[in-house]
């Protein structure tokens, strides 16, 4: 709980972002990371879950934009996750793969400020 503002900031809503301004590619790049489909989760629009390591999944959940609400997007760690890995760690890992999300993005798909 104690990283969780560094964590929005740097991971979730920069991860926002690119699904936001490249939903087609945001959902290209999940799926080549074999994001696995979650039923019926925080009732989001889009639920998936990544498998970066073994033991530490991060389910990625996101809201459409509705009626003037704007879009939203929450990374979650399991449980157990602390457990096989610190915090820390799963901060980096959460960064990392938002920055390689970023980059790839840029690439392919034009500029993300």
Known sequence: MDWYRLFGQTC???MKKVADTYS???GDLVEIFN???VENHYQSDV???LHPLPLVPILICYWHPDEG???DLNLYFDASAEDNLGIEAMYSLGTGITRMFEKLALRHGGVVA
Request: hydrophobic content about 45%; cysteine-free; charged content about 20%.
């Open 47 to 49: 639920a998936l879950v």
């Open 12 to 14: 979730e809503r920069p």
């Open 69 to 71: 609400l704007a879009s």
């Open 24 to 26: 087609d590619l945001f």
């Open 35 to 37: 994001g696995q489909p």
